[in-house]
Each structure stands twice: as structure tokens, then as C-alpha cells.
């Protein structure tokens, strides 16, 4: 059976946050001026538990569930999530587990991750120079670390993507070398249009780089790129191959939004569930498992929340009231 909301779409993926912490400070998603050390994160008791989050999956997948991804915040920063992702494991053989992290970490916990079941894992990353890293991310990182935790995973056995968000005026000359990267190591890239998520990120409409122009810039380096078909229509990026086989797509979701084909549904760590990236409010979900709900019950309270779901925020973001405090996406998990 699978559900659909008031639009005709299905509930096919959803994407859990486990932690709202991070390792980062991306100046584009938790400005250390908003996220300094007076930031309340939640506390431990109000984040769900991995039991209560596997509860939700377990709900879903007679609902016409395919993918769970694991997100955050930095979801390499919550303990043991090899325990997490081998429980999702265990309530279906076939479901597709992807873990989204900025891979600082990914060496040191790729090989158990993959052990646990986890199939993908989609790095983010924005630039290949030292210092412009350094300074999107507010960290001392850099970008050989994360190169190195992507080499692991792809030696265990993990498939590998990369996204990297391009925001005006400080990243574009990052987009050549970063597909020169990925393209040496066979590594799929996907180039994000910078989004309003969130309100303190400062975004405007100049800001945004499109894909047309993330595009014709590739394209003056390596020469014309080649369209590919669409896998599924849910797919959010966009895909084009490079002479040479590379693949590199783009989120075009302020340029060339895809809201018609959204099956999405993000879980935040205190356990609301948001039907849109760009939602205000969330729907509770912590309240009935920690009475004790059964899965049946936790799906049919998705199930009614599903079915009303109308959200499609990038196709009429033009026109929607400027004054909206839509949550961050470091909450709700990109
Ligand atoms: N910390 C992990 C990471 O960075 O991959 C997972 C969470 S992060 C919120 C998920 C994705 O959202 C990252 O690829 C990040 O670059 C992207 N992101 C964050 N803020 C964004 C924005 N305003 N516009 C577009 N993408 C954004
Ligand atoms: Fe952290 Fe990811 Fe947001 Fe960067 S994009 S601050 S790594 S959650
Ligand atoms: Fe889905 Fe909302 Fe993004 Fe549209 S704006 S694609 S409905 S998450």
C-alpha cells in the first residue's frame, strides 16, 4: 500500500535528523553568530531515541516507504549510529539507507558503517582550497580530511556522492577544481543552488548561483555536457555527464524547482515531522511514541498528516509572505 498526500505524491523518503549539533559552522547554515556558545542545542531527553526513531521508519514502510537518509546537524557527532543503522537494517532487508555528512569523520566510521548496513553516503563539501574551506565551514578542517574519509568509505564498499553548495561571490571558482576532484576519483558530484532555509543565513535572491550558469561554466572548462535521463522522478538533482563519463548534477530548487515530484518527509530530532524543507511548524510525533504508541498507531497519525500535505514552497516562493520563520535546515536536516 502507499499513501499520497492532497497533490498525488507518495511518501517514499524520508530523512531523519538525529543530532542538531555540528562539528561545522558553515556560515551559510549555522553562522557561529546565531550558533556561538550561548545556542541552546535540545538536550539529551528531548532528542528521540534511536528506539523511537526506528519506530517511525517501521511505521512508514507499509506506507510505501524506499529510503531513509540520515542527517543532521553532523549525524557523525551522535553516538554509535552503526547501532542505529543496523536496527533500520533489520526491519527490511531491501530499503535503502544514505547517511548526508560534511566527512570529517567518515574515516574513522565508515568501515563499521558500512558493516551495519548503510548502502551511500553523500559528502558535502564547497571547496577544494585550504583557507576558502576553512572559512565557509569556521572550522580548522580541511579538505584533504574529507577526501580522505571518502576514500575509505569507497574502499568499504560504500557508493559515494559529493554535493557542494554554490553561494555568489564566494565559491564559484571552487566548482572546476571540485569536479576535477571527483571526477579523478570516479565520484558523482551534484552542485546545490543556495536556498532561503532557515533565517539566519542572510540569503537574497542575488546570492543564488543557477545551474544554468553552474553549467555554462563547467562547460567552458571541459567542454559541452551531455543531458541523462532521469532515474525516478523524485530524484532531486538533475543530471549531465561530462565528455570524459564524470556525472555532475544540480538542485536547481530556487531556479527550476521539482516540488511535483516531492515525496519527502523530514524527521527533526525532537522528533517532529516536517512535510517540507521550507515548513514553519512541524507535526508532533514524540508526544505519541513516548506514550507508548504502537507503529500502527505512529502510521496512521503520518498517515492523516500525509494526506493533507499540500506543500510546494520552491514553486511559489515568488509569491509566499516574506515575513515566514521557516525552521533551519541544520533542525530539520538538509
Ligand atoms: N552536516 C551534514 C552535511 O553538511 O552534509 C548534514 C546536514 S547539512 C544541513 C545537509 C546539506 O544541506 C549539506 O549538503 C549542506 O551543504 C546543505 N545546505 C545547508 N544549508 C543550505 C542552504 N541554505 N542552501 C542549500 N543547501 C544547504
Ligand atoms: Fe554543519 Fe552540515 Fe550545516 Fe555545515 S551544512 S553547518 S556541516 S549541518
Ligand atoms: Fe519538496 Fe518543499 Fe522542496 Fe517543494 S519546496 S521540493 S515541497 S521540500
Known sequence: MSIEDSLGRPLRDLRISITDRCNFRCTYCMPRENFG?????????????????????????????????ITGGEPLMRK?????????????????????????????????LFDSGLNRVTVSIDAMDVEMFQSITDSKNTPGEVFAGIETAQQCGLRVKVNCVVKKGLNEEQIVPLVDAC?????????????????????????????EEMRQRISNHYGPLRRNTAKHPSDVARMWSLK?????????????????????????????????????????????????????????????IW????????????????????????????
Open 183 to 211: 571526477s579523478s576519483r570516479n565520484i558523482p558530484i551534484r552542485f546545490i543552488e543556495f536556498m532561503d532555509v532557515g533565517t539566519t543565513n542572510n540569503w537574497n535572491l542575488e546570492s543564488v548561483v543557477s545551474g
Open 307 to 334: 494526506t493533507k500535505r499540500d506543500d510546494r514552497y520552491s514553486e511559489i516562493r515568488g509569491q509566499v509572505n516574506t515575513e515566514r520563520q521557516p525552521v533551519e535546515m541544520s533542525f530539520i536536516g538538509g
Open 80 to 112: 554509535d549510529l552503526g547501532i542505529f543503522i543496523a536496527m533500520l537494517r533489520s526491519l527490511d532487508a531491501e530499503i535503502d539507507i544514505a547517511l548526508t555528512t560534511n566527512g570529517v569523520l567518515l574515516k574513522k566510521h565508515a568501515r563499521q
Open 37 to 69: 556558545p550561548d545556542h541552546t542545542f535540545l538536550a539529551k531527553q528531548e532528542i528521540l531515541s534511536y528506539e523511537e526513531m526506528t519506530t517511525v521508519v517501521q511505521s512508514l514502510l507499509p506506507l510505501g516507504l524506499k529510503k531513509v537518509r
Open 244 to 304: 570524459n563519463g564524470t556525472e555532475v548534477g544540480f538542485i536547481e530548487s530556487v531556479s527550476s524547482p521539482f516540488c511535483g515530484d516531492c515525496s519527502r518527509a523530514r524527521l527533526s530530532a525532537h522528533g517532529s515531522m516536517y512535510t517540507c524543507l521550507f515548513s514553519e511548524k512541524g507535526f508532533d510525533i514524540r508526544g505519541i511514541l513516548r506514550f507508548g504508541a504502537s507503529s500502527q498507531e505512529v502510521a496512521e497519525l503520518i498517515q492523516n
